[in-house]
């Protein structure tokens, strides 16, 4: 019987980078979340979501001739460009399979970062408790000298460690990973915790979901160098009380508005989209915003905002890529 690929475990969002008592930590790494799994010879490649990734990443599969057959790893996706993350090059190999794949395998290869074993060598891992799944991961790598494109994700119980790897947000890690020691696997429970570096930025509001007097989420921009509005990301959902706060401070857009006619999404990887209404491109936001970007320079995942600043004109504001 041909075995199925569970869902992933989930982590749960913390404001706190502490490392709990009795737990270890690992970083966050900025690319796609992939189950992948050897059963019978034949390799499958699955995103968070369920995607088949499978085709579009020939030399993963063919790296999985390393692996012992009935063997399943929970990782993450990524692709480095001059010594960090790139999530442009990463994003770009999804529409592809055949020989583009097979190209772009060569020009901008994909690497596997393992952090938890699910199956090996046809055992069930998942009951075992996360230290004695991080033990056998361990020695499944050192056991059969995994090469590219595997890589074993590091883990650590040390505190100090855990505030290093969370300086490394400039060759594109994200934040860290918190995962009880003594817990199983469970797929699709969010029995982990997360948490990433959020820096602080300011944007310039170029329309709203809901209504300019009571907002629901903000839609930020940034001027190009050419001079152009560019969309950059959203907020969060306000609070009915945050919203109200926008009563005197947005003005509704007026002809030429540099967003007419455009559609906004409702997240990152789907054609849901937004209706949105414009308003006049004045006022500024300060958000706090995490690392991750997509090819286009914009925020991955929605912004939280922290204030408005009616104080400070579009023409301050970092220009996009800045």
Not at 173 to 191: C, H, M, S, T
Not at 284 to 293: M, N, Y
């Amino acid at each position: 019987m041909t075995w199925t690929l569970p869902e992933p475990m989930l982590a749960a969002a913390v404001n706190s980078p502490d490392l709990p008592r009795g737990w270890a930590a690992e970083p966050k790494w900025d690319g796609f979340r992939a189950n992948l799994s050897v059963d019978s010879g034949r390799v499958v490649l699955r995103s968070r979501r369920g995607t088949d990734m499978t085709l579009a990443f020939p030399e993963v599969v063919a790296g999985a001739a390393q692996l012992p057959d009935g063997t399943a790893l929970d990782g993450e996706l990524v692709v480095w460009e001059a010594g960090r993350l790139t999530f442009k090059r990463l994003q770009g190999r999804l529409r592809l399979s055949g020989t583009g794949a097979g190209r772009l395998a060569q020009e901008w290869p994909g690497h596997f970062v393992a952090f938890d074993l699910l199956r090996l060598a046809g055992t069930n891992t998942m009951p075992w408790p996360y230290r004695r799944r991080r033990a056998a991961l361990e020695q499944l790598f050192t056991a059969r000298r995994l090469t590219v494109p595997w890589a074993l994700c590091p883990s650590t119980t040390d505190p100090d460690t855990v505030r290093e790897w969370l300086s490394w947000t400039a060759v594109g890690l994200e934040g860290v990973v918190f995962k009880r020691l003594e817990d199983p696997y469970r797929p699709a429970i969010r029995g982990w915790l997360k948490y990433k570096v959020r820096e602080s930025t300011e944007a310039i509001v170029g329309a709203v979901t809901g209504s300019p007097t009571a907002p629901r989420s903000l839609l930020l921009g940034r001027y190009d160098t050419d001079g152009r509005l560019q969309y950059i990301g959203r907020t969060v959902t306000l609070s009915q009380a945050v919203g109200g706060t926008f009563t005197d401070l947005l003005n509704p857009a007026g002809s030429g508005h540099p967003w007419t006619g455009w559609t906004f999404s409702a997240g990152w990887g789907t054609n849901e989209t937004l209706n949105v209404t414009l308003v006049q491109p004045e006022l500024v936001v300060e958000v706090h915003i995490d690392v991750a970007r997509d090819s286009a320079g914009r925020w991955r995942h929605p912004a939280r905002l922290h204030r408005a600043r009616p104080d400070v004109s579009a023409g301050d504001v970092a220009l996009l890529g800045s």
